[in-house]
């Protein structure tokens, strides 16, 4: 077992014991799902039901548009009542199938059980495609795209990122838990696929009964168990690959670069079912927590249910200032509950009026606090200044463009300086400012 | 005394020479119309223009790779001189002057979310596009006064971006900065605007506030040719005014977007805010 970690980083509180080790439930079917075709990063899928249809669990409605797209799937049987516009998670209103369950939750059609052993690559690479997996860590990018470098590019490494460093969340570690064995053939599956001679499983060592459970596992499958600190945001792609394998992904470049992929663990899991099965991602875990949550837990959530539906499930203590999907650190803050749980949504978290006092904005202090935090080894205060003055050449020179955007800064800057709102702003114009001339 | 006052006398000499030979062998050739410009440019050093400050200007209107109507704040006096010194027919432009296209202000706007963040329009327009639930309304936090090198901008106190008809010249960098477009050039002789943004239509404006354009069409009914229609939002059709029509326009607006804005005295019918309407 490794332990190692990444330069930088935080110890945000991590209020996970109010979830971690109770079993997941099935989260009963909303009476409307709203489907958004746009799940994924790239192009949207495009619509192929019409309102009035019948459509079948699992059937598809949305038809991939171009290489990096995936289709979208009924995640229920039921009946498409609309085509339309409706609210998506970040802040404008587009396009989703709205499905009303008929509650019999039927598949569309059979799938059969298949060793994934028989089948060549590329049928698996469609299946996953078909299945419409992508990363389910939050970035949602299609898997398919991710396990088929271009020419030359050949991965030595793959590890399962069960890492989860964002505080309340914890629908990696049920899955892990609940689902071993489809992680561990999802594991074989991703080795088959990218030809990995390494498998590594990430795990921050507040998970170390989880660790101790799969160790017998993964020992006779030759997988690695990586164990590092608990530390913020261990769980990105970069700080991860630096911690386990001690490599750096390039600047602009892709874990590929330097021969490494890394897969969410709830990923892994859905590509089980894909490849196997043959069965589309349509349910994912959520956890359904905060200080407002009532009942705090991890649902096993149909994709398109609407946020309302979660939280009216787990109840709420008083009327939420706050709803965010995803974790405190990234997660988007939300200002309708009417937007639905997407593939790459992992919790939904739910804050009283007291819980999100926001600290005075205050002048910065030069304590270099943000510099120490920064995982990118950026001066956050710096671009923050030239963002602010439209200074983007400066701001493009301190490399503003390698922010991963984690919140590190801004959570320890003890002047309440929105740093990484700047710093996206300044990340934003530079792109619009490139494309412009 | 005399030693020191020689020495001293002829040293002095010696570097007033050399200073002459100097000046006169590392002499820059200016163009003497390009002084002749850098005093009639309006010296704002504003950028309007596209150049880092008048001199830039000057230089490239000497080299013949400027438009010479692109000073904003000068005007047209300053155009005609621009002609005069480099010896070219120009027709002045008429001059234009910054509108804000909205009244929604907090009372008659609804907003999206609290926004806590950075006091900056641009950077707001991220979050989830913007906290006002209008796609097309002002933010109110400021980017355009930031920018505006005259401080003819202002936010008021309802949180609105106003204009100071005095101040401003026109330049448009607010129109640039602006991330909804609230703020638009129009000339500056015309009085009577369409201060709406919202491209939609009249069911979701008024589900946004209560002043903006639901696009019923009736100011055009009233005063035609001189609006007209963008998808669901009336504008001023600039090139066509009758002002008496547009008055008449202007009194039948239901949601009294059509503002005279010559006259601010005079306050909008009392229109009930969007927290009574909706309790």
Known sequence: MKRRSFPGGTHPPQHKSATADTPSEICPLPPELVIPLAQHVGAPAVACVNAGQRVGRGQVVGKPNGFVSVPVHASTSGLVVAVESRPHPCGAELPAVILQPDGDDVWAEEYLTQSFHVLTTETMLERIREAGVVGMGGAAFPTHVKLDPPHGKTIDTAIVNAVECEPWVTADRRVLLEQRDKVLTGLEVLQKISGARQMWIGLEDNQTDVAALLAPHCKQRGVGIAIMPAKYPQGAERQIIYAITGRRVPTRGLPMDVGVLVQNVGTVAALTDAVTRARPLIERMVTISGPDVARPRNLRVRIGTPVAHLLKHCGLREEAAKVLLGGPMMGTAQHTLAVPVLRGTSGVLAFRRQDITAPAVGSCLRCGRCVAACPMHLLPTFIADYARRDALDLAERFAARNCIECGSCSFVCPAGIPLVQSIRYAKGAILARRRST | ?279
């Not at chain 2, 639930?133 to 355009?144: D, E, F, R, W």
């Not at chain 2, 946004?208 to 069409?217: A, F, P, S, T």
């Not at chain 2, 059709?237 to 059509?258: F, L, V």
């Open chain 2, 1 to 279: 005394m005399l030693a020191a006052v020689i020495s001293l006398g002829s040293l002095g000499c010696f570097a007033a020479i050399l200073l002459a030979m100097a000046a006169r062998r590392f002499a820059v050739k200016v163009d003497p119309r390009q002084a002749a410009l850098l005093d009639v440019l309006a010296g704002a050093n504003c950028g309007a223009c596209g150049y880092p400050g008048c001199s830039a200007y000057a230089r490239a209107l000497v080299a013949g790779t400027a438009r010479p109507d692109l000073c904003r704040p000068g005007g047209p006096e300053t155009l005609a001189r621009i002609a005069t010194i480099l010896d070219i027919e120009v027709a002045p432009g008429e001059p234009q002057i910054a509108v804000v296209r909205c009244r929604g202000d907090r009372q008659q706007s609804r907003a999206k979310y609290d926004y806590q963040g950075l006091e900056d329009c641009r950077a707001a327009q991220k979050l989830a596009f913007g906290p006002k639930t209008c796609p097309g309304g002002c933010l109110g936090l400021g980017s355009c006064v930031q920018h505006c090198p005259f401080g003819a901008l202002s936010i008021n106190e309802q949180g609105l971006a106003e204009v100071d008809r005095d101040r401003c010249t026109g330049c448009g960098l607010c129109v640039s900065v602006c991330p909804r477009q609230v703020l638009a050039l129009a000339p500056a002789g015309s009085h009577i605007h369409v201060q709406c943004n919202s491209p939609d239509a009249g069911r979701k404006v008024k589900n946004y506030c209560h002043v903006g354009c639901i696009g019923c069409r009736l100011c055009i009914k009233t005063a035609p040719e001189c609006f007209v229609m963008e998808g669901f939002l009336a504008k001023v059709n600039y090139g066509h005014q009758k002002p008496t029509a547009m008055a008449d326009a202007m009194e039948r607006c239901p949601h009294h977007c059509i503002q005279d804005l010559a006259e601010p005295g005079e306050a909008a019918p009392h229109s009930p805010s969007v927290e009574e309407r909706t309790s």
